[in-house]
Antibody, heavy 121, light 105 residues
Framework: EVQLVESGGGLVQPGGSLRLSCAAS????????MNWVRQAPGKGLEWVSY????????YYADSVKGRFTISRDNAKNSLYLQMNSLRDEDTAVYFC??????????????WGQGTTVTVSS | DIQMTQSPSTLSASVGDRVTITCRAS??????LAWYQQKPGKAPKLLIY???SLETGVPSRFSGSGSGTEFTLTISSLQPDDFATYYC???????FGQGTKVEIK
């Protein structure tokens, strides 16, 4: 079964850091570009970051640029999001999502269940 | 930046209705547009890619069309399982529309 499972969410104080993980299974992880997408409580979807299959191309939303770092370990079939200098407005459910082949222009065809990040003092 | 605007924000409909949701871009874009369905507490589900291609396993009552600045998602006969929120996405910049909630009338 094709599956993405996020972990690492939790409660963190403003200015703090958190590292999210996404474990992939059931498909050849090294073939696929990956994304993080978030959804604040009661709000719509917001794309956060993209990483190509071999980490050669990385992009960030302006709202997180300079604070978040996306990475992947293809040997471990895992995607990561290092989040630093967290703000109240980063509170959201964070989804990892697989880019549909052949490339990002085709949308995101597999999603994890999400992990919740709450930034609050 | 090109903005993606969906309309309506909320839509009330009955089972069996034909439903159309519109996504407009502030400038002309290519056909790299996707549509997703999301139910409360769940992850989004890809319905349509490349503006009009139906994702594998998605019922044929869903269809997408459009080009340039205006795109539509149509549900030909609304089913109970279709009450959800729908999002368009400009895929080459990953920009999502604000969503359209389809409610029971």
């Amino acid at each position: 079964e094709v599956q993405l499972v996020e972990s690492g969410g939790g409660l963190v104080q403003p200015g703090g850091s958190l590292r999210l993980s996404c474990a992939a299974s059931g498909f050849t992880f090294t073939t696929y570009n990956m994304n993080w997408v978030r959804q604040a409580p009661g709000k719509g979807l917001e794309w956060v970051s993209y990483i190509s299959s071999r980490s050669s191309a990385i992009y960030y939303a302006d709202s997180v640029k300079g604070r978040f770092t996306i990475s992947r370990d293809n040997a471990k079939n895992s995607l990561y999001l290092q989040m630093n200098s967290l703000r109240d407005e980063d509170t959201a459910v964070y989804f990892c999502a697989r880019t549909k082949l052949p490339d990002y222009s085709y949308g995101m065809d597999v999603w994890g269940q999400g992990t919740t990040v709450t930034v609050s003092s | 930046d090109i903005q993606m605007t969906q309309s309506p924000s909320t839509l009330s409909a009955s089972v069996g209705d034909r439903v159309t949701i519109t996504c407009r871009a502030s400038q002309s874009i290519t056909g790299w547009l996707a549509w997703y369905q999301q139910k409360p507490g769940k992850a989004p589900k890809l319905l349509i890619y490349k503006a009009s291609s139906l994702e594998t396993g998605v019922p044929s009552r869903f269809s997408g069309s459009g080009s340039g600045t205006e795109f539509t998602l149509t549900i030909s006969s609304l089913q109970p399982d279709d009450f959800a929120t729908y999002y368009c996405q400009r895929c080459n910049t990953w920009t999502f529309g604000q969503g359209t909630k389809v409610e029971i009338k």
